[in-house]
């Protein structure tokens, strides 16, 4: 079974200061992996994702997240954190195919990360 | 464009009552998912369909029924609501096949069953 693990459920940084929210995962095959964030009282945003090629991905918001299939992670990142990317932040991984054929995403149970002034 | 929409953004049901909680998708995307977000649970889903016609259980779909009226299409029907039900929902939808696979969702409704 597919699975993936959010370590911490809350992050803590000074704006300014570099940020990085974990992930790890397990699965069968070649991951596809994906960062989404939620902000109050919203549906979750897609921000960025690994399919395959370069294993440093950009995504929206200057966020970026780094494929390490040794240690079966891709954390997210951003060099200089803002008040506003204080949000909930999912990490997710492709699941088993169906008999359909379908792969639903397996999320994670999400990391606040606040950004403080 | 409007991406995912969801009705209706939110709801009160006593226990025993029904309900459908409807989506609709203007993104002409093959698959479309529902879940459900708990705190401390991250998204669970409910229900997917992979293709217009085609229904599969996901993770918790005990309480739940689907239909996938059209391409467009996605509702969700609670046939006699539980307090254990009271959680916000969203409806998801994406194109498989073509190397994107990233899920776009609705803005939720939050469903709360006294």
């Known amino acids: 079974a597919q699975s993936v693990a959010q370590p911490e459920d809350q992050v803590n940084v000074a704006e300014g200061n570099p940020l990085t929210v974990k992930c790890t995962y397990s699965?069968?095959?070649?991951?596809?992996l994906f960062w989404y964030v939620q902000y109050p009282n919203r549906g979750l945003q897609f921000l960025l994702k690994?399919?395959?090629?370069?294993?440093l991905v950009k995504g929206s918001y200057g966020f970026e997240a780094e494929f390490n299939k040794s240690q079966t992670s891709f954390h997210l990142k951003k060099p200089s954190a803002l008040v506003s990317d204080s949000a909930l932040y999912f990490c997710?991984?492709?699941?088993?195919?169906?008999?359909?054929?379908?792969?639903?995403?397996?999320f994670g149970k999400g990391t606040r990360l606040s950004v403080i002034a | 464009n409007a991406g995912v929409t969801q009705t209706p953004k939110f709801q009160v049901l006593k226990t025993g009552q029904s309900m459908t909680l409807q989506c609709a998708q203007d993104?002409?995307?093959?698959?479309m998912y529902w879940y459900r977000q708990d705190p401390g649970m991250g998204l669970r889903l409910i229900y997917y369909?992979?293709?217009?016609?085609?229904?599969d259980k996901g993770e918790v779909p005990n309480g739940y029924n689907v239909s996938r009226l059209n391409k467009r299409e996605f509702s969700l029907r609670l046939e006699s609501a539980a307090p254990s039900q009271t959680s916000v929902y969203f409806c998801?939808?994406?194109?498989?096949?073509?190397?994107?696979?990233?899920?776009?969702f609705g803005p939720g409704t939050r469903l709360t069953v006294t």
């Open positions: 998801a939808s994406s194109e498989e096949g073509t190397m994107t696979y990233e899920q776009y």
């Open positions: 699965v069968s095959g070649n991951p596809y």
């Open positions: 690994y399919i395959t090629g370069d294993n």
């Open positions: 997710a991984v492709r699941g088993s195919y169906s008999n359909s054929g379908n792969t639903p995403l397996v």
């Open positions: 993104m002409n995307h093959n698959s």
């Open positions: 369909s992979a293709s217009e016609g085609t229904t």
